[in-house]
């Protein structure tokens, strides 16, 4: 992830990621394991609710040959 913010107030808080999706994965199941392994760690680690995980899909990279 290229640029990461963590927004808190008070118990809430709200994440805006940027992420690179590699060629030939879908990018709206990559999106969504994303946003599920993101609300899941920071309540974890933080005890904050998790209102929204924005995602920005910045670009599409190809695997190394």
């Given at each position: 992830t290229a640029d990461n913010q963590l927004a808190?107030?008070?118990?809430?808080?709200a994440v805006?990621?940027?992420v690179n999706v590699l060629y030939g994965r879908p990018i709206h199941q990559v999106t969504e394991a994303v946003?599920?392994?993101v609300i899941n760690r920071?309540?974890?680690l933080t005890g904050l609710?998790?209102?929204e995980v924005n995602i920005s899909?910045?670009?599409?990279?190809?695997?190394d040959q």
């Open positions: 808190a107030l008070q118990k809430q808080a805006d990621l940027t946003r599920r392994n920071v309540e974890n609710q998790v209102t899909v910045n670009d599409v990279t190809f695997p």
